[in-house]
């Protein structure tokens, strides 16, 4: 592949549409921003004559036909959305990898057997639509059309609606049936391949996962002559779940993970007990049992503290996914390809949620992973140096031209 | 005095300009609701031919000239704006209670010795503009006049721009110089007198209060692949800071009070560990020493808990008032009058903060409390029946008659 064209996609063309002040980017699914991505890339599968096409979720296709029409395509791709404030590499990496890969089998007149399809998916991050992965769940079945369609952003806008404004509702006929094999290549967005001193991770599967939203009701009152036993306050009910919620994960083992990234409060004056309090909570566990355990517990100090404090809670489900394990014929084939190009890997499960997770519900699906520096994404530090990019498109280019030929 | 007309003018046409559904008002200051009670607030003074003038920090006077027109006047009065949240009494009773005073008067063709001015104080809550009580306070020589022009509210929009754009910004020199004394009729906002079966509360003095903003900064990242022990999560750190500091207020004794009102964070996306963290504590005693303690303690708390979660925080304060004493001459003088009416009353100290609170640093000052129900404010549901409102306004009446005459 061409890591220079590759890079300039990435760190130029792409980088710049949304792009932040310190390096990262703003590009929330079916925005403006999304739309101008949207336009770039289809222009890009154009110039190497890919066949591009769009279906009813949004999700854009570029196909390389092969020389056996009728095969089931191999598919490669992710999104090229971000979080409010992402970085360049978290799904952007495995669409224009994909793109690369195209290009480089194009400049060197090789028409594979099976044909290729790159895909990008729709608001695969969650960010403005939750829950997460709508386009790639949407084409599995996993959501049905109207779920999808109805999901709404913070200003009450809706994923349909949006969809048209932006001018990406395309057919259902255009959604991809049947796929020989799936895979996607994505920054780790954790530690461990750094701390390994590792080029490659295998992904052998994705961890499950849980979304809850908790809202606490108290009654709004005067901060100065409301003495503290009086007070039903969702404020300090709130901070007290979140500490003993935090301790019990951390007490369980370094696996467990709970995460508030959502907070509002009721009416927000400075002198006034707050009335209402909303919070979000994401937990995660690579066991289905020990997550769902740690949600049980959670639920249960959550309600505790709301009793001791004398507030109401009600906890609403946003998203529940159990862990996903991948093909393990593609997995080994992803190992033997990084065996062969020189490069170190080792097998691992994703923290992360990714296209792939609902993708493995359609098709053998596996995916491959590259370093992040420090372990860190969804913010805008988030890197991920190019002579690890130029090694997982290596491997991405390799494993598909095996693929196409099976 | 007419509680009839009084309760009209609360429950009617108060209660009408920013109405909300479940009875409050939200009626910030120096928003167009603000223009509109004070349009009218002053169309009220004139139909009973008070001398209206509004000074440069848009507080409003009405004077009912004396007999003796170089004698210092005797002022009452309080604010017209509320929480956005708030209750058709808070502040309002004063204002409309002393215009009611002086319809009666003039209803009954009475001409004090002294002069009366009734005033309605800019900005009151605080909850528009930090800190409260900037009317008065600017009166007062609390704050300087750029200060309190300065001021911001939270879309950037400062006091002096509003103030004009509202059509209130009146002359310097309409300032009101010199004041034989100040009496406030206030809710006491708090459970004291109705849990002892009083109606009314002599108020010999304000407790001192602390604003502090806290804006806790860690790193944005991942919710799924970062494990715990490598955060620096400002929101799990923000919610152990105040869990510790409220379990240190509650244990101090049954006076101390905290409360977080304003919370915010960053990026606020479901699946990022948040960057940063921003909430305000509002902490009070009556003893000055002890409060000044509370905020070491607290300030100690937030900063060791910033440590051991690997978090950085800032401190700024936005208000700081010690107590404030009232007249003794004055308390007893309002002692005085509602045993004269034959109304239960006992002396207190006021938990929140009044415009009472700074006029007392030019004039001897002293304030009238009502029971709250339930001791709500700052909340929709604040209520103040209107035998008590009548007996408050009579105790009003009665001691601005003597005062006139003294
Ligand atoms: N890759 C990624 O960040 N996906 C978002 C879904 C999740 O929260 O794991
Ligand atoms: N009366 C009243 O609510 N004043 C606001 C200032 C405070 O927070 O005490």
Redesign the interface.
């Known amino acids: 592949i061409n890591i220079n064209r590759l890079m300039d996609w990435i760190e130029n063309d792409s980088a710049r549409v949304g792009g932040l002040d310190r390096g990262g980017i703003c590009r929330l699914a079916l925005t403006d921003e999304d739309k101008t991505i949207r336009d770039l890339f289809i222009q890009w599968m154009e110039d190497i004559h890919l066949k591009v096409r769009v279906d009813d979720f949004g999700n854009m296709y570029g196909r390389l036909e092969g020389t056996d029409p009728e095969a089931a395509p191999v598919v490669i791709g992710s999104h090229l959305d971000t979080?409010?404030?992402g970085g360049r590499y978290d799904g952007i990496l495995g669409v224009l990898s994909g793109l690369e890969v195209l290009y480089t089998l194009r400049e060197n007149n090789i028409t594979p057997t099976r044909s290729i399809e790159l895909i990008c998916f729709t608001n695969e991050?969650?960010?403005r639509f939750?829950p997460?992965i709508l386009g790639a769940g949407g084409l599995a079945n996993v959501f049905s059309k109207d779920f999808v369609y109805s999901r709404t952003d913070k200003d009450g806008k809706s994923f349909i609606d949006e969809l048209k404004r932006i001018d990406y509702q395309g057919k259902e006929e255009n959604r991809i049936q049947h796929m020989h094999s799936f895979i996607e290549l994505h920054i780790?967005?954790?530690?461990v391949l750094e701390q390994k001193g590792l080029d490659i991770g295998v992904v052998t599967g994705i961890?499950g996962?849980n979304?809850l939203e908790v809202t606490v009701k108290g009654?709004?009152?005067?901060?100065?002559?409301?003495?503290?036993?009086?007070r039903k306050?969702p404020?300090?009910a709130?901070?007290?779940m979140?500490?003993e919620v935090?301790s019990m994960?951390?007490n369980h083992d370094?696996?467990?993970?709970?995460?508030?990234?959502?907070?509002?409060?009721?009416?927000?004056?400075?002198?006034?007990?707050?009335?209402e309090v909303t919070f979000?909570v994401?937990i995660?566990h690579s066991s289905d049992t020990q997550r769902e355990s740690l949600v049980e517990q959670a639920k249960k100090i959550i309600k505790t503290i709301a009793d001791q404090q004398h507030v109401t809670c009600e906890i609403h489900p946003?998203w529940e996914t159990p862990s996903s394990h991948f093909s393990k014929h593609l997995t080994d084939q992803l190992s033997e390809a990084a065996n062969q190009l020189g490069y170190s890997y080792q097998e691992m499960i994703?923290?992360?949620?990714h296209d792939a997770k609902y993708i493995n519900e359609m098709a053998p699906t596996a995916m491959i992973f590259v370093p992040s520096a420090n372990?860190?994404?969804?913010?805008?530090?988030e890197f991920t140096d190019k002579s690890f990019i130029e090694k997982g498109a290596n491997v991405l280019l390799n494993t598909v031209q095996q693929l196409t030929e099976n």
């Open positions: 979080q409010p404030e991050e969650g960010a939750a997460p780790e967005q954790g530690p961890q996962m979304w009654e709004a009152d005067h901060a100065g002559p409301t003495p503290m036993n009086m306050d404020m300090m709130s901070a007290a979140m500490t935090r994960v951390v370094d696996e467990a993970t709970v995460t508030v990234g959502q907070f509002g409060l009721q009416p927000g004056s400075i002198n006034c007990v707050p009335g979000t994401d995660r946003i994703s923290g992360a949620g372990g860190k994404s969804h913010c805008q530090e």
